[in-house]
């Protein structure tokens, strides 16, 4: 008596298997054709959705018609009315594979060929930024007043100027100063030409905020800055419902009034609508966002988000905020490290659920990948489809540049942070960028400079004078950086430089007593430090214990090991490339194969 077959031997006879198999290979490869084409012929998003939702109903179907037909020499037939002397499943079987493999080399050249192009673009977009800032006209938008007959309504004013700086910010053919510029005239008496020269800028928004309730007037008006001419102005008396459309209607008259010539490919961008509640809620966050080294004003930003959320679960706005927030609690230990960016990673990915096509959520996750997975080539992909979305915003150049510093494109980040400086030059936080990428590059002059300016404009800035006091020891100036140190706040930065200025002095006796004690107390946080220090000593065998230290540990430091000066002295150790390799950095200059 013939046994009979399991379910399983039953699934695989009837090439139901094979045919899963051949059908997902098939699928995924129209998918990811499917998403270039959209990319290149700018296709709406629902054709390639309505693909995915059309493959994804058919799955099932198909694999019920592969269990109930088979194919034989005279057509589709019945599984169980074909005999087993007259069936081909064996041959078919066989050509199921074929298409299996060959589908599968299809999915290879097509990874291969998207590796390729992307990584061209990617290099390409980045040389094009400060070429297409130079041929685009400049705008500052400065913070609106706050006419409300209580005063209260600041964060509303501040806000609704952050819209529309971003709003105009997506505009490529409009060069936007950054908003910490721009807020340091906030309640200023220069003149608008005076303002314009210290912000490098040719024309100038402002305008007004008068609050009642659920009533509205908002005054806005654009100057020429050359000639302190009023090119336009309009005054809007609107409900808070009609916020978001008060928004478009000033950015468009902006271009409009600047003559910009936009493509069809790159349309006016639109304020996200919400609830006015939620609205209200987001725009407190904002505000308590700003304060990044106040733990109690950043919880407060997450409490306030979560409240527009609340009336507002896909407020992007929100969203986007809170993975910021999250990253920095991350960082600063409110949170804790893997709990903070857990959070940070879940709010841009539900951004992306939303938005598909959201920039500012690829290039946080870029960043995520970067300082918390270690995960190089994956943050290099995100940040590229950052770019290519949205290549303008000065958020996402400024991750760019950090993101090259940690690949060791020292050349590009400093492009990158150039042009971030020409966007917000009177930002404490671009010079101090700037600072250390100059540092890396060898460019102590223009490195010094730039700690200066970063110290004229924020002179108790964590970690500047720290920064500062290193420059001046890389050009051997040891007393100069003997008394920058002196101003830093911070012990851990203090101890390690005293180390390394009394060994530069041949002081052996004070450089040790500081190195033991800077790693008695600091030697979890800074390992990464002391690592940089023995290499600075040329004391190859302890920087390397201290840099398997400081990976131990996830030390974020170490995202910059790559372009950090210092640690040129061990490139030449077999060690030092197994471990780069053990990090996970990509082929690069100064991580060749």
């Known amino acids: 008596m013939k046994r009979k077959n399991s379910f399983w031997e039953e699934l695989k006879r009837r090439n139901v298997i094979k045919g899963a198999i051949s059908y997902l290979v098939v699928a995924w490869l129209l998918i990811r054709i499917a998403a270039l084409l ?3 012929l700018a296709m709406p998003l629902w054709i390639s959705k309505s ?15 592969t269990w109930i037909y088979e194919f034989t020499p005279n057509g589709l037939k019945r599984t169980s009315k074909v005999a087993d002397t007259a069936s081909i499943r064996k041959k078919t079987g066989k050509r199921l594979n074929k298409i299996i493999i060959a589908f599968l080399i299809l999915i290879l050249a097509v990874l291969i060929i998207d590796r390729v192009v992307t990584t061209q673009n990617y290099d390409k977009d980045i040389a ?9 006209k400049s705008i500052a938008v400065l913070p609106f007043q706050d006419f409300s007959e209580k005063n209260d309504n600041s964060y509303f004013a501040d806000g609704l100027t952050e819209e529309l700086l971003n709003l105009l910010s997506q505009v490529a053919a409009l060069k936007v100063t950054s908003r910490t510029s721009t807020f340091s005239f906030k309640s200023s ?14 024309y100038i928004l402002e305008g007004s905020v008068r609050k009642s309730g659920n009533l509205l007037r908002i005054t806005a008006q654009l100057i020429d800055a050359k000639n302190d001419k009023h090119l336009w102005s309009e005054t809007y008396d609107r409900n808070l419902d009609n916020i978001f459309e008060i928004q478009n209607e000033v ?50 930003a997450v409490t306030l988000a979560k409240k527009a959320l609340e009336i507002d679960s896909n407020y992007i706005p929100a969203l986007l905020l809170l993975s910021r927030v999250y990253e920095t609690q991350a960082n600063n230990g409110t949170l804790g490290f893997e709990n903070g960016y857990r959070l940070a990673k879940e709010a841009a990915k539900k951004v992306l659920e939303i938005d598909p096509k959201n920039a500012l959520a690829y290039a946080y996750l870029a960043d995520d990948e970067l300082s918390y997975d270690w995960n190089f080539t994956k943050a290099k ?13 000065p958020e996402i150049i400024s991750l760019t540049a950090t993101l090259k510093i940690a690949l060791g494109n020292v050349e590009s980040a400093l492009r990158l942070q150039e042009y971030s400086a020409s966007l917000d030059p009177l930002n404490a936080d671009v010079y101090y960028n700037l600072a250390n990428v100059y540092y890396c590059a060898g460019q102590l002059n223009d490195a010094i400079k730039a700690a200066e300016k970063c110290i004229e404009l924020q002179p108790n800035r964590y970690a500047i004078h720290y920064y500062y006091a290193r420059i001046l020891l890389q050009q051997n100036k040891t007393e100069d950086a ?46 990464y430090q002391i690592a940089e220090s023995y290499a600075f000593r040329n004391d190859t065998e302890k920087a390397f214990i201290w840099l398997e230290k400081a990976y131990n540990v996830h030390d974020v430091g170490l995202n910059e090991v790559l372009s950090e000066p210092r ?5 030449d150790d077999k060690r030092w490339k197994q471990f780069i390799d053990k990090m996970g950095f990509p082929k690069t200059e100064n991580n060749p194969e």
């Open 38 to 40: 959209g990319d290149i």
């Open 189 to 202: 008496d220069l003149q608008i030409p005076e303002i314009a020269k210290k912000l490098n800028v040719t």
């Open 128 to 136: 094009n930024i400060p070429a297409i800032a130079a041929n685009s």
């Open 567 to 571: 640690f040129k002295t061990l490139h």
């Open 51 to 65: 693909l995915f939702y059309l493959l994804l109903i058919g799955f099932p179907i198909y694999l019920l018609g």
């Open 482 to 527: 003997l008394i920058a140190i002196r101003s830093e706040q911070d012990e851990g930065w203090r101890l390690q430089i005293y180390a390394d200025i009394y060994f530069k002095k041949d002081d052996l006796q004070k450089a040790n007593a500081y190195m033991q004690e800077l790693i008695l107390k600091y030697q979890n946080e800074m390992a």
């Open 251 to 300: 950015s468009e008259a902006v271009v409009k009034a600047l003559e910009l010539n936009l493509l069809d490919s790159d349309p006016l961008p639109k304020s996200i609508k919400t609830n006015p509640e939620a609205y209200n809620y987001y725009l407190q966050a904002v505000q308590a966002s700003h304060f990044s080294s106040d733990t109690q004003k950043l919880i407060e």
């Open 381 to 393: 992909e995100l940040n590229a489809i950052a770019l290519k979305l949205d290549g303008s915003n």
